[in-house]
């Protein structure tokens, strides 16, 4: 069992810059792939970002390609993920999860991911 807790949401005008945190716990979870997704009110959930366990390997979503940067830190058990150049359109809770390490690659489907944290409001006004 991995659990998953993340931090570091609020309110951030456009333009404006945001980090969020996940602090991972559980056997073996500095092994997992960790990923960011995001679900807007009225939206299914979306791919954002993903690092594999090593963090030499991520991968991002288009349309935050440039923007974002996830990475980890296995010392401190921790996943990052650097927001810049905000969109109101970026709005959303952002969740963090995990993957067991059964892949080759960095994966982005949801359906990849056996551990989900609550999640963090993210709110970016124009």
């Known amino acids: 069992q991995v659990q998953l807790v993340e931090s570091g949401g609020g309110l951030v005008q456009a333009g404006g810059s945001l980090g969020l945190s996940c602090a991972f716990s559980g056997r073996a979870a500095s092994s997992y792939t960790m990923g960011w997704f995001r679900q807007a009110p009225g939206k299914e959930r979306e791919f954002v970002a993903a690092?594999?366990?090593?963090?030499?390997?991520?991968d991002y979503a288009d349309s935050v390609k440039g923007r974002f940067t996830i990475s980890r830190d296995n010392a401190k058990n921790t996943v990052y993920l650097q927001m810049s150049s905000l969109k109101p359109e970026d709005t959303a809770v952002y969740c963090c999860a995990a993957a067991r390490p059964r892949y080759t690659i960095v994966v982005n489907a949801t359906a990849s991911y056996d551990y989900w944290g609550q999640g963090t409001q993210v709110t970016v006004s124009s």
């Open positions: 690092i594999r366990w090593s963090g030499t390997m991520s």
